[in-house]
């Protein structure tokens, strides 16, 4: 177990792991990390540095998923060697899921622009107050779009009308209350501590870092990894959890050391032990079989 900072982190039962999928991690980004680490049995640093060209056929361009995840050499601990690891079902839903939220997360924030606690409500939604409108349309959806000839332009998103500020719609203060409109962020507290998919046509990692340059940093990796923990009521697991996990559970069925070892990336068996976790009933099963 670890605790502080200090040991082993600790495998987690079945009825931990679903907690931690489907209420620690708030959002489809941080479950799709913890989930690669347990399905493929991987580093944490694995996970996050993968490409979206090692999980979807065709990158971008498809929402089809690989049928074995790439977790690429100079990614793994020692650059012992590139590993392909058939992809299980329910890796392939959380990979899908983390695609269309990502589309739906970068048109929210082209649309919005950025959000963080400030203007969400008690259920974690986004609050907009629609207090000027585009005069053709009537969309709420303006933004700012230049100057021109001194004047502020504004642009409407539905319409693409470039009306100028006294031509702008507005909401009458003596009037009822402005509508109000919830976007939902999909389990995104702050948008700029959150690398939006997609956003950098040049990045090709799986989990862009932020303003979508290069990938997700170890310490926010390790950071969102906590807050799931602490969230879950889980004590004593750590980055390490789900590799652990996936491990020792598959040696409790039986599964051959060697084909252990060849999706954990181990070069050796005794460093592939370490992870291999063992019960006190275990032990008491072992010895009862001695005459």
């Known amino acids: 177990m670890r605790i502080d900072g200090n040991g082993y982190a600790r ?3 079945h009825a931990e792991m679903h907690v931690l999928l489907y209420q620690g991690f708030n959002n489809a980004r941080d479950r799709l990390l913890f989930a690669l680490c347990f399905y493929t049995a991987c580093r944490i640093s694995e996970a996050r540095q993968m490409h979206l060209i090692d999980a979807f056929v065709d990158g971008w361009h498809s929402d089809v998923v690989r049928s074995a995840i790439l977790l690429r050499k100079e990614n793994t601990k020692g650059k012992q060697g590139t590993r392909t690891i058939p992809t299980h079902p329910d890796l392939a839903r959380f990979l899908q899921e983390y695609r269309r939220d990502a589309l739906h997360l970068l048109a929210l924030q082209q649309d919005f622009g950025h959000w963080n606690y400030r203007n969400l409500n008690e259920d974690g939604k ?3 107050l629609a207090s000027i409108q585009c005069p053709r349309c009537g969309s709420t959806k303006i933004k700012r779009d230049g100057q021109e000839q001194g004047h502020q332009r504004y642009g409407c ?3 693409h009308y470039r009306p100028r500020e006294h ?6 203060s003596s009037a009822q209350a ?3 409109r919830l976007y939902d962020p999909r389990g995104v507290f702050a948008s700029t501590n959150y690398g939006f ?8 990692f799986l989990f862009p870092g932020l303003k979508g340059q290069g990938c ?3 310490d926010a990796a390790l950071e969102r990894f906590e807050f799931a923990f602490e969230q879950s009521g ?3 697991a750590g980055s390490h959890s789900g590799r652990r996990t996936a491990l020792t559970r598959m040696h409790r069925e039986g599964i051959l050391l060697r084909v252990i070892q060849a999706i954990s990336g181990h070069k050796q068996l005794e460093n592939l032990q370490t992870y291999l976790e063992v019960t006190a009933n275990e032990v008491s099963a072992a010895i009862n079989v001695l005459d």
């Open 197 to 204: 998919l997609f956003a950098n046509p040049n990045n090709p």
């Open 234 to 236: 889980i004590i004593g």
């Open 11 to 13: 495998e987690l039962t």
């Open 178 to 180: 402005p509508t109000t």
């Open 157 to 159: 998103k539905e319409c």
């Open 126 to 128: 986004i609050v907009a």
């Open 167 to 172: 031509h702008i719609l507005k909401t009458d």
């Open 216 to 218: 997700l940093s170890l």
